[in-house]
């Protein structure tokens, strides 16, 4: 005897739907606003919810409550994860061609469900289209840059959500379908397991997804500041300590500058923090239109700034110095300012950090002292 009831496993994947789209919601409500696509998620799987209630319903409501409403509700909710994903990974949401398309879909289910019912075509209209917006789904996941453990997992899962309907629409081009979704065929009642299980692994993978994204967002602001985006005091002080380690280890050179600007209490003063802020921006800008790939800019505090120059000696550090002067001395911005800079490079095993630090503040001191605009060597 067959134990699997298709009408409780599509009221159980509804359910849990609901469930998840409730955490989703809460996530929404309490993660950083910069998080984009957390809400379109926890409607789709609300609305997947609705529809796995209706759909329960089949042979006990209207056809428009059994049949049509969770065929409609269940292209809009998977859509609308789709959606959710875009505007996730900051990518432009284009409605209309999708739209039009959903349109036409639920027109052709309406038609096979009312004018002139056909219960295999639906099957085959509906299932093609749910292939389509997993399979889209997984290749927008699977397409980032940066693929970490929950990237994998959402879209691989998706993968699987696309090969069971493609599996599905193979079975029933070349199988018995039954009459409705509650017949008991093995490839049926297969594809009807499986869904609910994809569907909640999916809500898993969406909520790591949000969550690598907070993790991420508060590591960064852990080291870099907030104004400037370059690394924080201690976050740079660790930096150094790694680069001077591996110079001790492999013979290497790395040199340290320290870049302060000149006069810029006056600037506060005269034209407002406002004001002053966006030159340490511009100031910032400038810099690393000026550095290589692997150097790092750090602010030590106000208007000071540290630059780790890795693989570089003391004569190509000065030239590096001397650019960014000059390039600050003829930024076009108002107001105008300078920089004084002193630089230290690692001599031996005997250098730490804060004997790095310690000369390059003594250079830049001097550099200030000979008339500010200036680089010295420590």
Not at 82 to 102: D, E, M, W
Not at 316 to 344: F, K, N
Request: glycine share 8%; proline share 3%; hydrophobic share 50%.
């Amino acid at each position: 005897m067959n134990v699997i009831d298709p009408r409780t496993i599509i009221l159980i994947s509804g359910v849990m739907g609901g469930l998840m789209s409730m955490v989703l919601f809460f996530m929404h409500r309490s993660y950083p606003v910069s998080i984009a696509g957390l809400r379109e998620w926890a409607w789709s799987l609300a609305i997947l919810f609705l529809a796995g209630v209706l759909a329960s319903l089949g042979g006990m409501a209207s056809p428009w409550l059994a049949n049509i409403a969770p065929n409609a509700l269940i292209c809009c909710g998977m859509y609308l994860a789709f959606v959710g994903s875009r505007r996730f990974f900051g990518q432009a949401v284009r409605h209309a061609g999708h739209f039009g398309l959903i349109a036409f879909v639920n027109l052709l289910l309406l038609w096979f469900t009312v004018a002139q019912p056909w219960y295999l075509a639906r099957v085959l209209i509906l299932t093609a289209l749910l292939a389509y917006l997993t399979g889209a789904h997984a290749w927008l996941v699977l397409r980032q840059s940066q693929l970490s453990f929950s990237h994998w997992f959402v879209g691989t899962v998706l993968c699987l959500a696309s090969l069971n309907e493609v599996v599905r629409l193979v079975t029933a081009l070349t199988l018995p379908v039954g009459d409705t979704v509650f017949d008991r065929q093995p490839q049926n009642l297969l594809h009807i397991t499986l869904y609910p299980f994809l569907m909640l692994l999916m809500a898993i993978g969406m909520v790591l997804l949000a969550t690598d994204r907070v993790r991420a967002q508060m590591q960064y602001l852990a080291t870099h500041d907030s104004l400037t985006n370059t690394l924080t005091r201690r976050h740079m002080n660790e930096t150094c300590e790694q680069e001077l380690a591996r110079c001790r280890r492999h013979g290497r050179a790395m040199a340290l500058l320290t870049v302060d600007l000149d006069h810029f209490k006056t600037i506060n003063d005269t034209h407002g923090h406002q004001v002053g802020d966006r030159v340490l921006i511009r100031f910032v800008a400038t810099v690393n239109t000026l550095l290589r790939r692997g150097d790092e800019l750090g602010r030590f505090g106000g208007e000071e700034f540290v630059v780790l120059l890795p693989e570089t000696a003391l004569p190509e550090a000065l030239l590096v110095a001397e650019r960014i002067r000059a390039a600050c001395q003829a930024d076009a911005g108002m107001p105008p300012y300078t920089v004084s800079i002193g630089v230290a490079a690692y001599l031996s095993e005997a250098d730490t950090v804060d004997s790095l630090l310690g000369r390059a503040d003594a250079a830049m001191y001097r550099a200030k002292a000979g008339g500010r605009n200036q680089v010295a060597a420590g």
